[in-house]
């Protein structure tokens, strides 16, 4: 299996795996990511199988914002190329690939790009049953987020490197 990035490409598959790991309201549209892949295919980062398959992928913005804001989601003209964090907007793992480690070798590489890019850290929103999960990868709980995303509760997570 390999990580790359991103291309306009992928827009079709990238938009189907989203819809089939996160309910239609949180789940982001095609136009959303074609808007994203436009601006920042550097922040998508592709795991695919020995297959040439996408299996997984983790996507993002850069910010100075110090958390994940909704307006994130639909307008990728406020990422910042030279911003201090990494928001992570979408942790995608197809079903039938679940509980192999694959989102995790995703994020450790999101990780160590953002260290290696200078970053302070990064930053995502998750449920409270994946709250444990990203702390055994190193993020910090910060408590319940202002995000309110698809109407669903989130906790803001972080990372300071």
């Known amino acids: 299996m390999k990580i790359r990035k991103a291309t306009m490409d992928d827009l079709k598959e ?24 436009e601006i920042y295919p550097a922040c998508f980062w592709i795991l695919e199988n020995e297959n040439g398959e996408i299996v997984s992928f983790v996507n993002g913005m850069v910010s100075d914002k110090e958390v994940i804001e909704d307006e994130m989601f639909e307008n990728p ?10 928001m992570i ?16 070798k995703v994020l450790r590489q999101v990780i160590e790009d953002a260290r290696k890019q200078g970053r302070k ?19 910090v709980n910060e408590g319940i987020s202002g995000s ?4 669903a509760v989130w906790y803001d997570m972080r990372i300071i490197f």
């Not at 850290?121 to 999960?133: F, I, W």
């Open 14 to 37: 990238l938009t189907e795996i989203e819809a089939k790991c996160f309910p239609v309201e949180e789940a982001a549209t095609e136009e959303s990511f074609k808007g994203r892949l």
């Open 77 to 86: 003209s406020i990422h910042n190329s030279d911003g201090k964090w990494q």
């Open 89 to 104: 907007f979408g942790v995608n793992t197809l079903p039938e690939y679940r509980r192999q480690g694959l989102a995790e």
């Open 121 to 139: 850290g990064a930053v995502l929103t998750c449920k409270d049953r994946l709250v444990n999960y990203y702390s055994k990868l190193g993020f």
């Open 148 to 151: 309110s995303h698809g109407g």
